[in-house]
């Protein structure tokens, strides 16, 4: 597709119609791509590989807190993304800009505020609410979680985000179109980069990073 282009991911049509007509208004003409569950936004991103930013919700069909933002930028590195979510204390938007957000906006945010998110990351900037204090990671384990996972390789995420669902060996690599001995290597190398010792405790430790994300 040329031209500028955004694409939208929330599985609310009402949100994404008023995120829609709120690009619509903008000065600068973009073309909208919409998806509602997180199988459609990896689809969209894929046959838009020039689209110019990701207004990302944090909870939608198939994935679920920070490990779909993990998955997108372990994929589309180049692909600014914008985390809008409802849930908008200090720790979510911390975690969102350690894993690679370009920007966080709130849902209670008002259209004058989304449209100048969208233009300060459109423009190479980070975005983050005026009342945002920043400041480093305030739990030390999860610091060093974050940074663990930002070191997982496109793959790893989604096997990773497959895990979290409770899928099964054989089920992950149906789902991924690669042996289930593929699979295996794929959670031992996740498991070694995380330094936990089971696929459940990396699990959990996943869980303590999401907490509070359920926007």
Known sequence: MTGQTILIADDHPLF???LKQAISGMATYYAV???????????????????DLLLLDLAMPGVSGLSGLITLKAEFSSLPIVVISA???????????????????????G??????????VLS????????????????????????????????????LRMLCEGLLNKQ???????????????????????NVDSRTQAVIQLGKVNMAMVA
């Open 16 to 18: 994404r119609s008023a």
């Open 87 to 109: 849930s908008d204390d200090e720790d979510t938007i911390r975690r969102t800009l350690a894993l690679g957000a370009s920007g966080f906006i709130s849902k209670s945010a």
């Open 111 to 120: 259209i004058d505020e989304l449209r100048n998110g969208i233009r300060t």
């Open 33 to 51: 791509v919409e998806a509602g569950d997180f199988d459609g936004v990896q689809q969209a991103a894929r046959e838009n590989p020039n689209a």
């Open 172 to 194: 992950i690599a149906y789902e991924l179109g690669v042996s289930e001995a593929t699979v295996k290597a794929h959670v031992s190398a996740i498991l070694l980069k995380l």
């Open 124 to 159: 190479g900037e980070i975005y983050t609410p005026e009342n945002f204090e920043g400041g480093e990671e305030t739990d030390p384990d999860i610091a060093d979680m974050l940074e663990r996972l930002q070191t997982l390789t496109p793959q790893q995420s989604r096997v």
